[in-house]
């Protein structure tokens, strides 16, 4: 199959480049140009290439001209839309380009399967964001699961979501919208929780800072997938596409943010005193957010494979690897 990636110099978007040509797919990956609105803070993961053999094309969405001739001279089997402003903090500050690039980018990307009237089946990924703040005693949610976004991150997904159902009647092929549950692994930029915290201890461990790690609020409930578990999902959605159109990815496992923590530094053998830092904490951050699977286990045989402990292993001896980097060898 010949697969178009938006946000394919992204964390995940590397991944998923990667996994799909190790599975024999041709990839034509879309990134942005470098642009001084948005932030950058983009870590390569290891092993994991854009270098499909076709030549990145730079495309800054929302823009309909260029996607329809993208879509039109490479004509795709299957879209995967990934790009987007992706965390919740830089939405909250940068909403009008969130508005742009989250819904207007997937406005372009629909746009352009409906004027060029390819068949191929696009899958949007959304995020477990959109369901906000559920009552515990709806939990874990799923796809039937009233969505009740509290921030500009969750809210834009959300209308993205809503522009590829508006588009479906015009579409040739299905469309299928994924809401992952957070998601981490090696080459994260640290400007996520986990990876943030790896990040942090590696630093100690190396003697570069104190040992003092400045954390949120960590007695809130998450989930958290291995981003590799998240592309075995997007891959089984794409290459043997299921009967749904709406799929919740998760493990069904909330983890006390204090735990992983805990566990993290056991693993890193590192010791440390914890320090609230009110700049990490959110105003209406949920208390617990966990999903339930069950849909996408059954119409695929998707099931998570990497344990927590496992990921958590492979985050840290990422970072440890790159703060040993910026170290250098030592006489």
Known sequence: MKILVTGADGFVGQYMCGALLARGHEVVPLVRTARADLPVRHAKNPGVSVDSGTAPIAIDLPNDDDMIRVVDQSCPDAVVHLAALSTIP??????????????????????????????ARLLFASSCIVYGPTPVEEQPVTESTTPRPNNVYGETKLQAEEQVRAALDGLVAPAIIARPFNHFGPGQEPNFVLSSFARQISRIRAGLDAP?????????????????????AYLRLIETPPAGDLYTIATGQPHVLEDLVRSMGEIADVQFEIEPDPARMR??????LYGDASLIKRDTGWAPEYSIDQSLRDLLSYWHAQVGAEVGPRS
């Open 283 to 288: 105003p209406n951050d949920l208390e617990v």
């Open 212 to 232: 003092v790690l400045n954390v949120g609020n960590l007695s809130v409930r998450r989930e958290f997938l291995d981003v590799r578990d998240v592309i075995e």
């Open 90 to 119: 830089d939405s909250d500050q940068l909403p009008q380009i969130a508005q742009n690039v989250n819904v207007g980018g997937t406005r372009s990307v629909v746009n352009a399967l409906v004027e060029t009237q390819i068949p």
